[in-house]
C-alpha cells in the first residue's frame, strides 16, 4: 500500500476529496466568500484520526487547516491543496457539576457547551453565537457576555489535551507543558490541535438580558451614556453597544422593522431580580424606541441573535482594541456608523474590563489586559454582489478609528492582514510566541491561521 492508502485505511473517520459525492458541501466554510479547494478534508471520528492527520500532513509536506465550528472569517478551517482536519464530530462533553469542571472535544460548539452544562445550573464564558466553535474561540483567548464578572473565555481554561506537530499529544496546563498552556489561551492554533477543553464552570442559571433601542439620532449620546456608566457598574453587568437595522421579525414592533437604530443590549448575571435596578440608568435615558429585558435561560441568551447570522452569508470585518471611547472616536462611529448596509451586519462596541484586568498582560498570550474594548465593523450579506461596496464601509470607517485605536485587534477578528498586524495584536508577548512556537511546531506544519513563525 502507498502513504496515502494506508493513511487513509488507519482512519475511523471520512475522507472526502476532489471528485467525492458531498465534496462541494464539505469544503464550504461558514464565511461565503472563502472558496478554497482543499486536496482532502478528514472527518475525523477520533483523536487517534487527527493523530494520523497531523502525522501523514508533517509527511507529504501538506498545509493543514484545522476546522472546529467553521466560523473563521478568513477561512482558516479551509485551504487551497492541503488537509482539512475537521473537528466537528468531536463533540464529547463531560459535565462534573461537583468540582464545576466541564471537559469539551475539539470540535463542540458554544451552544453544545451551554446546552450541556445548564442542566446543573453552570456556565463558563463563550461566544454570544451558539454556532461558533470552542476550538478557535477559546484559542484566540475568547469573550462573551460573562466576561467581565468571569473572565475571559482562556482565563477558565484549566487545561487542554493538544497534538503537536510531531503527532505526540500533550497534556497542557499550570504544571504540564506550562509553555504550550500559555501559548494556546490567545496565541490561536499555532501551536497544535485541541482535542480536549477543560473548563471551569460557575453557577449561572438565569440571567437578565435582552436589548434596549434608540435612535440613531441620539448615538453620541447613548455612547457616552454606555461608556459612563459601565465603568460604575457591577461586574455582573456586561454590555455591548450597537449600531444596528432592526430585523423584521417579532418582537420587534412592525414600525421599526428595517430602521437603523443604535442600542446597548445588556446581559446581568446577578440576581435576575436585581436586573431592573441594575439597567436602569440605561432604560431610563431616553426614553427608548423599544426595549425588552428580563429573566432568560442563559443558553437563550446565547442563542438570541443565531437566527442574523446562519451559515453561508458573505462576510468582511474589521477591528481594533480601544483603550476608551473618547469623543473623537464618538464622532466617527456617528459619522459611520449609520452607514450600515444589511440587516445582517454589526457595528459593535465589546467591553473587556472587569475581570479580564485581573490577569497580567504577560500571563496568557492574549495580551491587550488594559484595553476596556474592542469593537468590531462587519459587512455581512446574503448577496455577494454589493460586497466590494459594503467592504469599501468597513475599511473606511476602519480607517478613520485606527489612529484613535490602541494600535492591535483581536486576533479572531482579524482578516488575511499581514503580519504586521498579527505581531501587533500580541504587543509584548509575540517573541516568546515565537519561541514557543519553534519548540512546538518548527515546520510551522500549522500555518493556516494567523500565522506566527518559528523563532530562528
Ligand atoms: C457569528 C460569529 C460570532 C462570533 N462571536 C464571537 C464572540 O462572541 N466572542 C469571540 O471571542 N469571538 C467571536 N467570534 C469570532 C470567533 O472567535 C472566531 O471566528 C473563531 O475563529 C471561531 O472559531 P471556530 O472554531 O468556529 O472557527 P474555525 O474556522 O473552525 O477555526 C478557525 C481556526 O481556529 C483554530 N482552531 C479551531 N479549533 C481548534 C482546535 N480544536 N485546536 C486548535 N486550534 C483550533 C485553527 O487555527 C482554525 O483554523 C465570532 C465569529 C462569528 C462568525
Given at each position: 500500500?502507498d502513504a496515502t492508502a494506508t493513511f487513509v485505511s488507519a482512519l475511523?473517520g471520512r475522507v472526502v476529496r476532489s471528485g467525492d459525492?458531498g465534496y462541494?458541501?464539505a469544503r464550504k466554510v461558514?464565511?461565503?466568500?472563502i472558496?478554497r479547494k482543499p486536496r482532502l478534508i478528514v472527518q475525523c471520528a477520533?483523536?487517534a484520526d487527527v493523530i494520523h492527520c497531523v502525522n501523514y500532513a508533517r509527511e507529504q509536506g501538506l498545509a493543514a487547516a484545522i476546522r472546529g465550528?467553521s466560523?473563521s472569517?478568513?477561512g482558516f478551517g479551509t485551504c487551497d491543496d492541503g488537509m482539512v482536519i475537521d473537528l466537528s464530530r468531536l ?15 475539539g470540535g ?27 476550538g ?27 497534538v503537536t506537530a510531531d503527532g ?21 492554533g499555532?501551536?497544535g490541535i485541541?482535542t ?245 511546531d518548527?515546520g510551522n506544519l500549522f500555518r493556516v491561521n ?7
Amino acid at each position: 500500500m502507498d502513504a496515502t492508502a494506508t493513511f487513509v485505511s488507519a482512519l475511523r473517520g471520512r475522507v472526502v476529496r476532489s471528485g467525492d459525492d458531498g465534496y462541494e458541501t464539505a469544503r464550504k466554510v461558514y464565511n461565503a466568500q472563502i472558496d478554497r479547494k482543499p486536496r482532502l478534508i478528514v472527518q475525523c471520528a477520533d483523536v487517534a484520526d487527527v493523530i494520523h492527520c497531523v502525522n501523514y500532513a508533517r509527511e507529504q509536506g501538506l498545509a493543514a487547516a484545522i476546522r472546529g465550528g467553521s466560523h473563521s472569517a478568513p477561512g482558516f478551517g479551509t485551504c487551497d491543496d492541503g488537509m482539512v482536519i475537521d473537528l466537528s464530530r468531536l463533540k464529547g462533553i463531560h459535565v462534573d457539576p461537583a468540582r464545576r469542571v466541564a471537559r469539551v472535544e475539539g470540535g463542540g460548539t458554544w451552544g453544545d457547551v451551554d446546552h450541556a452544562t445548564h442542566v446543573f445550573g453552570l456556565a463558563t464564558p463563550g461566544g454570544l453565537i451558539s454556532t461558533t466553535g470552542v476550538g478557535g474561540l477559546t484559542t484566540g483567548g475568547g469573550f462573551g457576555h460573562l466576561t467581565r464578572r468571569y473572565g475571559l473565555v482562556c482565563d477558565n481554561l484549566l487545561s487542554a489535551d493538544v497534538v503537536t506537530a510531531d503527532g505526540t499529544i500533550r497534556r497542557a496546563s499550570g504544571n504540564e507543558n506550562p509553555d504550550l498552556f500559555w501559548a494556546i489561551r490567545g496565541g490561536g492554533g499555532n501551536f497544535g490541535i485541541v482535542t480536549s477543553f477543560e473548563f471551569r464552570l460557575h453557577p449561572v442559571h438565569t440571567v437578565y438580558a435582552g436589548p434596549i433601542l434608540y435612535p440613531v439620532g441620539k448615538a453620541a449620546e447613548v455612547m457616552r451614556l454606555f461608556r459612563d456608566y459601565m465603568p460604575t457598574a457591577p461586574r455582573e453587568l456586561s454590555a455591548f453597544f450597537a449600531i444596528l437595522i432592526v430585523p423584521p421579525v417579532l418582537p420587534f414592533p412592525a414600525h421599526l422593522h428595517m430602521t437603523t437604530v443604535c442600542g446597548i443590549v445588556v446581559a446581568y448575571c446577578g440576581d435576575p431580580a436585581g436586573g431592573d435596578d441594575v439597567t436602569k440608568p440605561l432604560r431610563e435615558f431616553g426614553p427608548p424606541l423599544f426595549s425588552l429585558t428580563g429573566p432568560m435561560p442563559y443558553p437563550m441568551l446565547q442563542s438570541m441573535f443565531d437566527g442574523l447570522l446562519p451559515h453561508g452569508l458573505h462576510h468582511y470585518w474589521k477591528a481594533d482594541f480601544m483603550a476608551g471611547l473618547n469623543d473623537d472616536a464618538i464622532a466617527q462611529h456617528v459619522k459611520f456608523g449609520p452607514g450600515i448596509p444589511t440587516v445582517n451586519s454589526a457595528m459593535h462596541i465589546y467591553p473587556l474590563d472587569g475581570a479580564v484586568h485581573d490577569t497580567s498582560k504577560d500571563a496568557t498570550a492574549f495580551s491587550y489586559r488594559d484595553v476596556r474594548y474592542t469593537h468590531i465593523i462587519a459587512a455581512v450579506s446574503p448577496d455577494p454582489a454589493p460586497m466590494p461596496e459594503y467592504r469599501d464601509w468597513v475599511r473606511d470607517y476602519w480607517k478613520a478609528l485606527h489612529p484613535l485605536s490602541a494600535g492591535g485587534a483581536y486576533v479572531n477578528f482579524l482578516m488575511e492582514e499581514g503580519e504586521e498586524r498579527v505581531e501587533s495584536s500580541y504587543t509584548g508577548n509575540f517573541g516568546r510566541l515565537a519561541a514557543i512556537k519553534a519548540k512546538y511546531d518548527p515546520g510551522n506544519l500549522f500555518r493556516v491561521n494567523q500565522n506566527i513563525k518559528p523563532a530562528a
